[in-house]
């Protein structure tokens, strides 16, 4: 678990397809940052009194109209969830740098840029507000994929390569396809990481460069202890976390897992074993 590995990076090429968004529909609103951009997100807003408010960061090359799946289904357990566009490691950047760089020099540029993180940190600042405001009750919950999962952990308070600090404002994380030791995190990095963490993988969620999928559980064994779960989905792939491989039974075990998570409050338990899945907690 705790292996190094020299070449790390959080996205698989061409991830900037989105999924289409579910029957239920979801609201259209822009955030305003300080530099007056004007940035789209999507809100999914629950049909009864809200538990909580959620946020997705999406992953290199996406955009907020990704991760319905699990935004919808957030909703539907009561979470309001906002999922921001990050303008500068979007649809549009990744495409334009594709044009002229091969897909792993044009996802390292992106995943390694410092003021993408920046801006990043500040747009899931602007849409926790946004919620708050709508839901000023329970908990709320930071949720990234890919360079989502970095954008996770570095909030959460991972130390980083990229000279970011996050600001620890929210009170729980979920890190899907998380980074190990490598482009954007050193050794040891997450040692001062109190919060409640659940972090996912797959035994097919491969890193770029064709590092292992359990580079992804180093996180995991570096965390203290203290409600930090690890959740592996047997034949999961990358794609099933950002909702692009149009299997129910794997968006399931994704969405039942964090949800356990969310739902556990302070005892943190874990839920009764499921087949295809291999949970373990710190």
Not at 226 to 234: E, F, P, R, S
């Amino acid at each position: 678990m705790r292996k190094k590995f020299m070449m790390r990076c959080c996205v698989l090429p061409l991830l900037y397809m989105t999924t289409a968004l579910p029957a239920m529909a979801a609201e259209s609103l822009k955030l305003l940052r300080a530099d007056r951009q004007q940035i789209p997100a999507m809100a999914y807003i629950p049909e009864a009194a809200c538990k909580g408010v959620a946020v997705i960061s999406h992953g290199a090359g996406g955009s907020e109209k990704g991760y319905a799946y699990l935004a919808d289904a957030l909703s539907r357990q009561g979470w309001l969830t906002v999922v921001p566009a990050h303008k500068e490691s979007g649809t549009r950047v990744l495409g334009r740098s594709l044009l002229r760089n091969k897909p792993n020099e044009a996802l390292t540029q992106m995943v390694t840029d410092s003021a993408a993180y920046r801006t990043r940190l500040e747009e899931i600042g602007l849409a926790k507000d946004w919620a708050r405001q709508r839901c000023p009750q329970g908990e709320a919950v930071l949720l990234g994929h890919s360079m989502g999962a970095a954008t996770t952990m570095i909030e959460a308070g991972a130390e980083n390569l990229v000279g970011v600090r996050g600001e620890r404002r929210f009170d729980r994380y979920v890190a899907m396809s998380p980074q190990g030791s490598g482009l954007i995190f050193p050794a040891h990095a997450w040692s001062a990481i109190r919060q409640p963490v659940l972090m996912m993988t797959g035994t097919r969620d491969a890193e770029l460069g064709g590092q292992s999928w359990q580079s992804r559980t180093e996180a995991f064994a570096e965390m203290p202890p203290g409600c930090k779960w690890l959740g592996v989905i047997d034949e999961a792939t990358h794609s099933h976390f950002g909702g692009r491989s149009l299997s129910s039974a794997m968006e399931q075990l994704i969405t039942g897992t964090v949800f356990a998570f969310l739902n556990g409050g302070q005892r943190c338990v874990l839920p009764a074993p499921q087949p295809g899945l291999q949970l373990q907690q710190r």
